[in-house]
């Protein structure tokens, strides 16, 4: 009942939306009520407990699984394969090159454009700042770049040059080295 409710309030709170045309309205607001949709399957699958024969049971199951395969064959590798299949520009290479050299917990320097070269590494970033792997960033100028290096003195740095500067996949121009050789081989400063 609370799954039914929830999926009612969804309805009236978007009900002007679903007869709207163009791209910021219409039916994706349907997509809201997946959880209690997810939940009210879930219950269904496991109709069992509740005392239903075994051949009702083996049947539903028998249904979502069709279903499920359904929905794989005809929405995934649309939205996964081609639909943003190298999108933008943006390649995994970066993540290959850091397990390749085993950069582990280190700072790497993307050098190029921000999209895709940068844009292709920040997913990799993790959410927190001391843990035991890789932090991407994107070098600008001499203050910034070395405000960042001097904010992570204690990991071996990495300068890496981007697919739109090599002309090929992501390539390490120097690490791993030292804060200050960072400092020095880019010109920058220590901070104050």
Known sequence: ???LGLMALTFIAYF??????????GGRYWFLMIVPLAALT???ALADDAGLDQQYSTGMLTG?????LAAMLTFVPWRSVD????????RPGVAALA???QMGRSLVMVRGR?????ASAAPYNPLD???PVPVFVRRRDGATDSAVINSFHDRPVWLVAGPTVTGRSYEVEAGPLTASQALERMGARTAP
């Open 42 to 44: 879930a219950r269904a």
């Open 16 to 25: 002007g939306n679903y007869f709207a045309g163009g791209p910021d309205f």
């Open 64 to 68: 979502l699984a069709a279903l499920t």
């Open 129 to 131: 700042p001391n843990a």
């Open 99 to 101: 397990g390749a050299r």
């Open 1 to 3: 009942r609370i799954m």
């Open 83 to 90: 639909k943003y299949w190298h999108y933008r520009g943006m």
């Open 114 to 118: 921000e999209v895709p070269d940068y």
